[in-house]
């Protein structure tokens, strides 16, 4: 078990989005498969004025104006393009031999969070997904299994579920909602950090594009 000073890690979540994948947003990456965007859903989710099921309809319903028939399916092979964060494995791989726990907790899709967790051999995923009719096809409703906002609640109730405390957490996240993450780490590493809110929320911050660096500062990490 990797040990940080006197405390033994055993937890590391990770936000997935601009963390373990190379794409900003998993939902932005469909609407680039469609040559579309969802500036006007963005906006109202971040003003307040719709909640994370209305989000994710907004982007249901402007995929279906390009695949009416939208499948479950064709999301994945979509999203089977979306390449890995340079140094993923190589941080996972090292987690995992140090008998570290490893979990998946993004607001992205599951159907990308699962992909990755099968590649690189993640314990746990939280992600929020879509409910499709009996033919695989999309609804437009979604399922909020981590609410955009409240990560740290998400990993509040993870930590109660396995009986790992904040001080046996560490979290690595690249934007302004993985800061809540970090408030329930002992240590938090902003990742390609998107401004100073992130930056300022972390104890730690990697500036190159190479998670295995994550590694080196949790194996190095001293006591508090």
Request: charged share 30%; no cysteine; net charge negative.
């Amino acid at each position: 078990m990797l040990s940080l000073g006197a405390t033994v890690l055993k937890l590391v979540a990770l936000d997935m989005d601009g963390t373990l994948v190379d794409v900003d947003s998993s939902f932005a990456a469909v609407h680039h498969h469609f040559q579309d965007h969802n500036a006007d859903g963005l906006r109202d989710f971040l003003a307040g004025r719709i909640d994370d099921h209305e989000f994710i309809r907004t982007d249901v319903r402007i995929w279906q104006r390009h695949a009416p028939d939208l499948r479950v399916d064709d999301l994945e092979a979509i999203l089977d393009r979306v390449p890995l964060m340079p140094g993923a494995a190589t941080l996972v791989a090292g987690l995992r031999a140090r008998g570290v726990r490893t979990a998946i907790i993004s607001g992205g899709i599951d159907l990308l969070a699962h992909r990755i967790a099968r590649e690189l051999r993640i314990d746990l995923t939280l992600a929020n997904g879509f409910r499709v009719d009996s033919d695989g096809r999309l609804t437009g409703e979604g399922i909020i299994r981590v609410p955009i906002k409240e990560k740290e609640e998400v990993l509040r109730g993870l930590q109660h579920q396995l009986g790992i405390a904040v001080a046996e957490t560490a979290s690595v996240g690249n934007s302004e909602i993985d800061v809540g993450l970090f408030r329930r780490s002992r240590i938090g590493i902003a990742f390609l950090p998107e401004d100073d809110a992130v930056r300022r929320g972390a104890t730690h911050v990697v500036i190159e594009k190479d998670l295995g660096r994550v590694l080196e500062l949790l194996h190095d990490f001293p006591d508090p």
